[in-house]
């Protein structure tokens, strides 16, 4: 089973979201990257199937040379290899085309993203993958049993869930669920010794595709302060809910 | 030159989430002096309703349930995108909504922006980033984009018109093979739900919820919880908003029982209007809520039940 992994460095699910440079630019200083939080499921999940019907498992990240501490943990965590592709991840697009461009050189069974990434959030990378590779992507999975060439997965509908299956290879946008929270792997002494000497290969951006660029950003306006309302008095926030927040 | 908007049927509804997507796609095409064209895809349901909302024209796929997925609704709404020339396509934001928009992106050479809050201006758009913590203002370098619209921020714009629903048939096939279906369909689906009622760890066991699941049905809201209480399995993991859970935007967020960790707020921090019970005064919630009482959940949830059960006759 080739499986390939696609991470993303996110701020820590903790950062105090601020902006520099007249607010054109994330403030990065004192935050922590982590490996994003969706992607981790895959990577834990991708471990998971190679140890059971073996295999390799590849990491693939878009994003500059600063950013591989978190390659290098998703290495000390288990996969085999990783490739980063040298450039800036512009958006979701630019990001599927290049990881796309890779898979094209070398085949998968299976290729694991997020469900979407916890700084943009567009959930457009597994989707976008499948439309340029013309591979069924199912995300987000929240089940996934590999049965000879067959692969049984589980996403969200309306009110519930729907399993579906078909004939690998398949990109699965990953989530908990997929694996639990308590089947993710903290790197160990042994493993992140052996990440420094794992094969990390560095490719070039290939496509040039720039759909937007980022103008300004902004944060949310700041809350009034909260009416406190006594507990022996619910009828109160009724009121209050139908007369000034007019909701219900 | 038009502007195409994908809307979902479900149990032969529209859903909430499409029709603030038709709101978006008839006042963009109104801007651009371009036409609006609905690409409803679902069975039964009654597309001319999207009347109201300034769609004149409606081609409607009666697919059966399980006909539909990611692959299926993208190979329609790229056929469609392709005979009507369009320029702009609108999507909820829902998931499949998001495949079929990533599609067309990539297969009509299209821009693609998620998270939008409002219509393009001057070559640039609004959308929401870091998980709700914040907004970015981008410039649009293509001419041709799809908007994935963020629930309940652009709302429900009333123009009304009458529609013209064509009926259509689509041979459209994918890879992909439906299995089964694990459903509750009696239950308010959390990211159309316009009132939500969440609970924490304050609850203190599973077998507490029915004090929440109570205040849900008096109010008619859909019911969602903290991470922790996912995490032990108290409730099933669709349930569990913040940021690595599903965001949600309704009118009015309930909290009950839960602290407030940032992690929490940013799935629910769009909300319109926020409701804080918790018995520690101190609890990071009450910076981000509107209202707040400080209290026993045990002592505070049935009289609150109580009294909207009489507000509401």
Redesign the interface.
């Given at each position: 089973m080739k499986i390939l992994v696609c991470i993303s460095s996110v701020?820590d699910?903790?950062t105090?979201?601020s902006?520099v440079n007249d607010n054109k630019e994330f403030n990065s200083s004192g935050v922590q990257f982590i490996i994003n939080?969706?992607d981790e499921f895959g990577l834990t999940k991708a471990l998971k199937i190679k140890e059971q019907l073996g295999g390799t498992v590849t990491v693939i990240h878009v994003g500059p040379a600063s950013n591989e501490p978190i390659i290098r943990k998703a290495l000390a965590i288990g996969a085999d290899s990783a490739v980063r592709i040298d450039g800036e991840a512009v958006?979701?697009?630019m990001v599927?085309h290049e990881i796309a461009n890779y898979v094209k050189n070398n085949s998968f069974d299976l290729i694991f993203t997020g469900r979407e990434s916890?700084?943009?959030?567009?959930?457009?990378?597994?989707?976008?993958l499948?439309?340029?590779l013309n591979i069924?992507?199912?995300?987000?999975c929240?089940g996934l049993e590999i049965s000879g060439n067959e692969a049984?997965l589980e996403?969200?509908?309306?009110?519930?869930?729907?399993?579906?299956?078909?004939?690998l290879p398949v990109i699965v946008g990953s989530?908990?669920?997929l694996v639990e929270?308590s089947d993710l792997i903290i790197p160990n002494m042994r493993g992140i010794m052996l990440s420094r000497t794992k094969p990390l290969e560095v490719l070039a951006v290939q496509n040039n595709i720039?759909?937007?660029?980022?103008?300004?950003?902004?944060?949310?306006p700041d809350?009034?302060a909260?009416?406190?309302?006594?507990?022996g008095n619910?009828?109160e926030?009724?009121?209050?809910?139908?007369n000034e927040?007019k909701?219900? | 030159m038009s502007v195409v908007v994908y809307i979902e049927i479900n149990d032969g509804i529209i859903k909430k989430g499409s029709l603030e997507a038709a709101s978006f796609a008839a006042k963009l095409a109104q801007e651009k002096g371009s036409k609006a064209v609905a690409v409803v895809i679902g069975k039964g349901g009654d597309a001319s309703v999207l009347g109201k909302y300034g769609i004149a024209d409606a081609l409607h796929y009666n697919l059966e349930e399980t006909q539909i997925n990611s692959l299926t609704v993208a190979q329609i709404l790229q056929s469609e995108a392709q005979n009507l020339g369009a320029t702009d396509a609108v999507f909820s934001g829902s998931w499949i909504a998001k495949a079929a928009a990533a599609s067309l992106a990539v297969h009509a050479q299209m821009g693609i922006v998620t998270e939008v809050t409002e219509l393009p201006k001057n070559g640039t758009i609004l959308k929401k980033a870091f998980s709700n913590k914040a907004f970015v203002k981008v410039e649009l370098q293509n001419s041709k984009n799809c908007y994935v619209i963020s629930a309940n921020s652009f709302g429900l714009h009333e123009n009304p018109v009458n529609t013209n629903v064509q009926e259509k048939t689509s041979n459209a096939s994918s890879g992909l093979s439906h299995v089964s279906y694990n459903k509750d369909t009696s239950k308010v689906s959390l990211t159309d739900a316009e009132l939500v009622v969440s609970a924490g760890r304050g609850l203190k066991a599973p077998e507490n919820w029915h004090l929440v699941e109570e205040l849900a049905k008096v109010l008619g809201a859909g019911t969602a919880c903290s991470k922790p209480v996912s995490d032990a399995g108290w409730r099933p993991h669709h349930e569990h908003v913040g940021q690595t859970g599903i965001s949600i935007s309704p009118n009015l967020y309930i909290a009950i029982g839960i602290s407030g960790a940032i992690q929490h707020l940013a799935g629910v921090s769009s909300s319109k209007n926020i409701v804080a019970i918790n018995s520690d005064p101190e609890a990071p919630f009450f910076k981000a809520a509107d209202y707040g009482i400080v209290g026993d959940a045990f002592d505070v949830l049935p009289k609150l039940t109580e009294a909207l059960r009489k507000a509401k006759g």
């Open positions: 701020p699910t903790t105090k979201i902006f939080p969706y958006d979701g697009l599927a916890i700084d943009y959030n567009g959930g457009i990378v597994p989707h976008a499948s439309a340029i069924p992507a199912i995300s987000p929240v049984h996403t969200f509908v309306d009110g519930g869930k729907e399993k579906l299956k078909t004939a989530q908990k669920g929270e720039n759909n937007q660029k980022v103008a300004k950003y902004e944060l949310p809350k009034k909260c009416k406190m309302i006594d507990a619910v009828e926030l009724v009121s209050l809910l139908q927040a909701v219900i | -």
